[in-house]
């Protein structure tokens, strides 16, 4: 099986920079993906790590650590219209698809 | 491109009903997944299916089936209705199917189900 935490509520200042983490369990690996979704929206693909280290796509990071099962979701120069809930979400191989975390709301302040 | 569609997007039923949701994919994209999404579980794998075949299939008990068409559109079917099936369900495509997913899939909006 698989299992993935991360926090439930998260809250930083418009434009500022906030880092949400996610700590997986699975029984195998293939990579790490990052959701976001807005209130009553679709979920939306920001990123995949399938190897360590960084990866960059405009104002949004992604960190992945296999050895500590780890990684993390790096939003820059927040923008109101980043409040949204972000999900981690790992695919692990055998049948149980691609499992995700249980979401981290991010608020942004003015 | 036409992103994912979803019908219907809200829906009522009473316990012990059934319903079916449709799903249509991406042109182009081959493989389907279902999920549902509670405010208390977030998102959970229902099943994926990859040209007609199901592939993987989650911890769901029976009373949740689906099929793909041979034009990729899937359905997926909820039998013997209760009340926690209340939840938002999210299908989503790509043009892969299971290991070979980059874990970029295109969700569509969802439809809702409320079970009274």
């Known amino acids: 099986g698989q299992s993935l935490e991360q926090p439930s509520e998260v809250t930083a200042v418009e434009g500022a920079i906030v880092q949400i983490n996610c700590t997986y369990q699975?029984?195998?690996?293939?990579?790490l993906s990052w959701y976001q979704q807005h209130d009553g929206g679709a979920p939306t693909f920001l990123s995949y790590n399938a190897l360590d280290g960084l990866e960059e796509t405009g104002r949004f990071s992604s960190f992945l650590s296999r050895s500590d099962s780890y990684g993390y979701l790096l939003l820059q120069e927040l923008q109101m219209k980043d409040s949204a809930s972000y999900f981690c979400a790992v695919m692990g191989g055998g049948a149980d698809g691609l499992t995700f975390g249980k979401g981290t709301h991010l608020i942004i302040q003015p | 491109k036409a992103g994912v569609t979803q019908t219907p997007r809200y829906l009522i039923k009473t316990r012990g009903q059934q319903v079916t949701l449709s799903c249509s994919p991406i042109?182009?994209?081959?493989?389907v997944s279902w999920y549902q999404q509670t405010p208390g579980q977030g998102l959970q794998f229902l099943f994926e299916?990859?040209?007609?075949?199901?592939?993987n299939k989650g911890n769901f008990p029976g009373r949740f089936s689906g099929r793909q068409f041979s034009n990729s559109r899937s359905e997926m079917n909820v039998s013997t209705l209760e009340l926690g099936d209340s939840a938002l369900y999210l299908c989503a495509s790509t043009p892969w199917g299971g290991n070979a997913n980059t874990g970029e899939l295109f969700f569509g909006e969802g439809s809702r189900l409320t079970v009274l």
């Open positions: 299916y990859f040209s007609e075949t199901q592939r």
């Open positions: 699975t029984s195998g690996f293939y990579g």
């Open positions: 042109s182009g994209h081959r493989s």
